[in-house]
């Protein structure tokens, strides 16, 4: 072959091998491009995905459920806004959590866990829906002076005993009432020694003292046994419902109305106290879930109650009525005036140091749990002003037995005005707790909206 002949089969070769690198290139830019694409889609629907669930590889324990925890998990038409789960501390579980209804999404089910504990269903409606005429109806707020005045009213007329909430409020205001009695029996011939009796304060207030506490006792075993229910039940609590209306151009109305039918709470007297399994049926309780049990398994204490912030409060209660019932039995006649003071020290002042710090603890617990942040107070809440009173209460019994370590007159005084104040704190949260207990349907206006 020529050198002509060559440089003009080099140039072919050249132009072919060319020709065949632009097509590849062609080719990986092509599919370099449907990759992208791809990869673009798979972002768009991992984000349509984050609106329906969170991102579990990122979440905090207190912004997500446990599936197998999550409230209202079995139907009832909700949809839960997992952008709206939330708590006041990191590493424990949810609080408090917000649902959307299909056929009424200007109403909200806000769940919170204490609310889930008391079997209260709470709903938050729109501003408009407050006032509006719509076909939508919808339930009027409960924060109104009639309707306080109401369940005030109930608060005299109904007893449901069934219902372990009002159990826990109802026994508590009966052991405040028993220490304002032990107080009065302390304090009063302090300020006015002419009316003190004989003996009064060993046998009126020692009694009292003993009394008190145990009742108080019972009052916090059944506070924890209340804990250890909460979430089983998972239950909206309210019907959806299409009702005739002459007024409207359609003939129909979306109601939303309370429905024991649809509640598995404890208070439900339907579904009474006690150990029965239910199927599964319209009021969305799964298949053979035990609705009510005394205190939880070793599994179930480990991995969940441990870090539920109304269990770990209903427990520092319970502890610190345990240390404190001590001090009640050390308190009764022919056991206090026969001790020492060393013996008076450790089995009288010291149990109620010890008890008054669980209290004290519990009530602080009880109303960071109703916060949206540890730090911030929640005063619009019921349950808020209930961990609050006990928290003062907790003070004034932990106040008593520092001033009763100094026998002087100055201390013995505070101490007793201590456990009078501390007494009537009680006794104000109690009789909160008694009104939440009765109030099932509460419903607020969102303001978030």
Sequence with gaps: MTQAGSIYASEHGFKVAFCRFSREIQKALINANDTATLMRTEDDQA???????????????NNAFHPAREPVRYGDGLRLEHDRV???????????????????????YKWTSRNDRKGRHAVDIEPKQATASTKHDTPRPTTSLRSVARNIWRMFTYFPIWDVSFDVAFVFTIGSVIWIFNAFFVYLPLVRPGSE????????????????????????????AEAVNEGRSGCFGWAV?????HEEEGGERVALRPSKSHCTHHHNKQ?????RQFTQSKSGLAPQERLWIWWPSNEELRTHYIRNLGFIASFSQLLGATIFWVAGLTALPGIYNRMSQTLTIIFYWTPQVLGGLGFVISGALFMIETQSKWWKPAPRTLGWWVGAWNLVGGVG???CPAFGYDSRSWAQYQ?????????WAFMIGSTLQW????EKYPVAVDSTT
Excluded: C
């Design 197 to 224: 009796f004989a003996n009064e304060e060993l046998y009126g207030g020692g009694i009292t003292a003993f009394v008190g506490v145990t009742v108080f006792e019972v009052g916090s075993f059944l506070l924890v």
């Design 435 to 438: 009104y939440e207990s009765l």
């Design 47 to 61: 984000d349509m995905t984050s609106h329906d669930g969170p991102d579990t590889r990122k979440t905090r324990r």
């Design 397 to 399: 019994f932990t106040l």
């Design 86 to 108: 939330t708590g006041p501390i990191p590493f424990l579980n949810p609080t408090r959590a917000h649902y959307r209804h299909d056929q009424r999404p200007d109403v909200r």
């Design 271 to 275: 579904m009474s106290v006690d150990t």
């Design 241 to 245: 419902e299409q009702v005739l209306s």
């Design 415 to 423: 101490a007793s005005l201590s456990t009078f104040w501390g007494s």
